[in-house]
């Protein structure tokens, strides 16, 4: 699983997320790939702080259970809802949920 591979990414997706916190996602992906078997699913959960200036997401995994909380200060985000990021085998595909 996310082995390097084509990267499909949604036009809404590149509309409202910056492509520095898509890559963040894949990085993070990338990292706990050392630490826990990977789901062909992965799912990240974006909130935003009072202030609007602190973007917090969760990163899981159903199978084997996995979480972390992701911080990311001082970059212009106003997406908040869930992002998949799924490994088909073929190729990585990244949505927002409701385009499941």
Do not use: W
Request: net charge negative.
């Amino acid at each position: 699983m996310f082995e390097p591979k084509q990267v499909y990414i949604t036009k809404r997706v590149k509309d409202e997320i910056i492509p520095e916190i898509i890559k963040g996602m894949m990085d993070s992906i990338m990292e706990i790939k050392n630490i826990v078997e990977l789901d062909y699913l992965q799912v990240f959960d974006f909130s935003l702080s009072k202030n609007k200036k602190t973007t917090y997401i969760n990163h899981s995994q159903e199978e084997p259970v996995y979480s972390k909380q992701l911080m990311l200060a001082n970059l212009t985000n106003k997406f908040i809802g869930k992002v998949f990021i799924i490994d088909d085998g073929d190729c990585i595909t990244v949505m927002l949920a409701e385009e499941y």
